[in-house]
């Protein structure tokens, strides 16, 4: 595989984990990065080995040496700065969500559908062997049939300047943190339940103005069985966990996305449980691998645009559900 030339847009703390580290492990290239402040732009380049440090967002999207455009900036700059891109014609791997709102995100998506240009909307715990495995599980029946989907997404409060707490940034516990359990549980509805989930309940504890610390939510899917995502931003320690329930048994991946480590896979029905290690290479790195192949080689994705509307319009009902509103 050829080496892609990626350019970053800001400074954020995801990077390191999100795009430097499987850049670096699968020989990619860094090579341009811009943030508000320069000299952030420069501390970053200078530990990360980025060649580059350009004055403006707008000099990363336009550059020609760059082939690739990261987005990790605010959630209420991921459309704006997915539109730039595209009308660059630059391909992106965008954080998530995919937007502020499904308004906007159909935006996005027109115009990348428009102009050719794919986007990757960074659900990377869908990419990693936990993951599909735990559908292979449900899909060979070992567990009976598909009667419950758990998703729990909590993580201890970010600072009080993090721009995961204002509302003019598109933040919220259910934006930074349900978008991935919804995710899920559409990913589910479509592989092992019949289809999409329907809404049945949604609600959240406000902090501040309209942004929440904690945001959950109940689903029921077109087969039957039932669904629910558990978020907060204040709780005492990490906890991203996946759990399916069947007729004869569950199966459980204590760390689906893989943020601290924990490779297990456990099985379990009435002959006892099955442990199974699958690994602790990163998230965010088969997540870039596959994307390189897509850019490269044409490689199928499991996901395209119209999920990433169909994604940010659940959220946005969600919002609405909990009184909240739309970002």
Known sequence: MERLRIGILGASRIAEAAIVKPAHELGHRLVAVAARDRSRAESFAKKYGVERVLDTYDAVVEDPEVDVVYNPLANAFHARWNLAAVHAGKPVLTEKP??????????????????????????????????????????CGTIGELRRVEVVMRMPSPGDDDPRWRYDLAGGSGMDLGCYGIHVLRQVGKRLAGGDPKLIEAKAVERLDRVDESFDLQVEFPSGATGSVETSMVADKYDMSFRLIGTRGEVFAPDYALQYGDDRVVTTTEHGSTVEHLGTRSTYTYQLDAFAQ???????????????VANMAFIDAAYVATGLGTR
């Open 98 to 139: 995919f937007a502020r709102n499904a308004v906007e995100a159909e935006d996005v998506r027109n115009a990348a559908l428009e102009l050719g240009v794919p986007i990757l909307e960074g659900f990377h715990y869908l990419f990693h062997p936990i993951t599909l495995r735990m559908f292979d599980v449900v899909a």
């Open 294 to 308: 897509h850019l490269q080689n044409g490689a199928a994705m499991p996901f395209g645009l119209d999920d990433a």
